[in-house]
């Protein structure tokens, strides 16, 4: 599971880092203001249909994996409560035999 997380990870931070370099490149260009605008625009957009698949993939991925963490501690909750019933009904059940007096 931390090899899914690594990876996604480091694709998420790839896309990123090629976002901001892009972004930046077109900032930095001799270019008007509204030149530069209709340039970081046309990108953003390229950007947003060309990696959207993907994109959807890792959010897939990262909320199934979300789903199958919390199963997995609501099992381990659960198995902690009949843990502590379990140890309530044996004291209980100790401290019935051991006492002298009959409630009947």
Known sequence: ?????????????????????????V??????GEEMREKVKETVCDL????????KDAKKQ???SIDLLKYKLEKQYKKFGDMLKSKKM???????????????
């Open 48 to 55: 947003a249909e060309k990696h959207s698949p993907k994109v």
């Open 62 to 64: 990262a909320l199934e």
């Open 27 to 32: 900032l930095y260009a001799p270019s008007s």
């Open 90 to 104: 044996r004291k209980a059940k100790e401290l019935e035999s051991l006492s002298d007096f009959d409630f009947n």
């Open 1 to 25: 599971m931390s090899k899914d997380n690594s990876s996604i990870g480091f694709g998420v931070g790839l896309i990123l880092g090629v976002v901001g370099g892009i972004i930046a490149g």
